[in-house]
């Protein structure tokens, strides 16, 4: 199946990046991150690859959430700087080839943006989902603080009312079921397009698209949900073919035919990333019952079979052509990609497989240089969602330099966001930047080489050879990738045509008399003699 919708040519071949504002750097010495702040780094980010940063929400927010709580959609905080310096942040990440995606957050808005605000006196007002019935049970309904009492139904926190886009079911017993089409989802729907449009006035490419399945609701399937970003896709396609739209959805097989460029796997929902990545420790969902193994374990317990059937179930629904599936390393609601027993040097494996893998690789900051995800911090804006899920550990400040602040911030550290990571051998750009050997020069090679090599596009073919360590598969037919993220070695019998084959990037892995030999902890990526 291919898909006749057009696709941004930048797309296909890019990194992306993202950029926690608050804890990336800080211009202004206040402690929180800011544009300023980031407009500095851009010079490391164009070294380093990077194609496309998103930036987690930036907007006007009381912060009860970190931002994913907007109170206006169309103004930058206060705390990270104004509209003019995203404009200037914009011009100068063009000029170095960078692109600049936002954080669209679609399904809520806070209860102190002005819709929310005159909803809750307005009976007439349909924009949020109106519950007027006393005794209803909490849960997801929170009482109305306003003049039209009754219930409002929340999306995450109760600070993030949803916004109304209808029920895909009707019911008599339940009159607060709009249909999609009433007036007040029709008024939302135009309200994102509006939110996009003027951003997009700005240059910025395209947006993440927080919490993108949940928008209609009691919708088996997702069926009305996906039928509303088709018509966000038409629009986007016939106004401003150039952008993208990449979804936090979770499951690409549904939200890349109905609308989005690209979905990302996600910790939770389907079980592909987890399948890699999750150690149990920090971020763990009890309702999550497949996570005893994963394939980047030291200790291999896992292997890559759990991943590959997901992978081929969004790529199969997907056809070619027909978008992408986005890889994250981590991210803010994630443990990151150290974390627990994966330390720094075992991370340069999973980088390997990143980088090669055809999928859109996106590196959430500071994964480039192992950032630990650090455990027992304070909750900061929302960050602890339940003792199981501790966001906060994700969310440090960016280590750029070794010693006091580690160049985040030239504030006192009581006065930083959250607290850097207190370990004495917290990794830092500046020491990683002079060794030709770290982690940080191993991301930015690793980046040159997919960008120089088509092969190793979203768009080679992808031949798999093996399902367990190593994980050793072809790219484009030309370049062999063996993955061993395990502390036992481990070899695989190759088809033949591989021994001499020239290594690119290699560590640890030999290949020899039809085999390919790998140490634990290695990688190798070669070109067919
Ligand atoms: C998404 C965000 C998360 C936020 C939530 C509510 O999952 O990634 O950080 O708390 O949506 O907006
Ligand atoms: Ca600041």
Known sequence: MASTRPQPAWLANSVLYQIYPQTFADGNGDGIGDLAGATEKLDHLAWLGVDAVWFSPLFASPFADAGYDVADYLSVAPRYGTNEDLAAFVDAARSRGIRVLLDLVAGHTSDQHPWFREWVDDPADGRYIWNERVGTPAGIWCPVPGRRGGYYQLNFYPCQPALNFGYARQDPGQPWRDPVDAEGPRANRQALRDVMAHWFDLGISGFRVDMAASLVK?????????????????????????????????????????????????????????????????????????????????????????????????????????????????????????????????????????????????????????????????????????????????????????????????????????????????????????????????????????????????????????????????????????VNPRREPAAATLPSGWDGARGLEVEGVRLDGGRAEASGFSYGIFERP
């Open 218 to 482: 009691d919708d088996p399937g997702h069926v009305e949900t996906a039928r509303l970003w088709a018509e966000m896709r038409e629009w986007l396609d016939r106004e401003h073919p150039d952008r993208a739209l990449l979804s936090e959805w979770g499951d690409p097989a549904v939200a890349v035919p109905a609308g989005f460029h690209a979905d990302f796997f996600l910790h939770f929902g389907r079980p592909g990333l987890r399948s890699l990545w999750h150690t149990g420790v920090g971020t763990y969902d009890p309702s999550w019952t497949d996570t005893d193994r994963y394939f980047f374990d030291p200790e291999g317990s896992g292997g890559v079979d759990t991943f590959l059937r997901e992978w081929r179930r969004a790529t199969d629904a997907i056809g070619v052509g027909g978008g992408h599936v986005a890889l994250p390393t981590s991210n803010h609601d994630y443990a990151r990609l150290v974390t627990g027993p994966r330390t720094a040097p075992m991370a340069r494996a999973a980088f390997a497989f990143v980088a090669t893998w055809p999928s859109l690789p996106t590196i959430y900051y500071g994964d480039e240089i192992g950032m630990r995800y650090v455990e027992g911090l304070p909750d900061r804006e929302g960050s602890l969602l339940q003792t199981t899920q501790d966001r906060t550990g994700s969310r440090t400040p960016m280590q750029w330099e070794p010693g006091p602040g580690a160049g985040f911030s030239t504030a006192p550290e009581a006065d930083f966001y959250l607290p850097l990571d207190p370990s004495p051998e917290r990794p830092d750009v500046a020491t990683q930047r002079a060794d030709e050997g770290s982690l940080l020069h191993l991301v930015r090679r690793l980046l040159a080489l997919r960008h120089a090599t088509p092969a190793l596009q979203p768009e080679g073919s992808l031949e798999v050879l093996t399902e367990d360590y190593p994980f050793v598969y072809v790219r484009g037919g030309t370049h062999l990738v063996v």
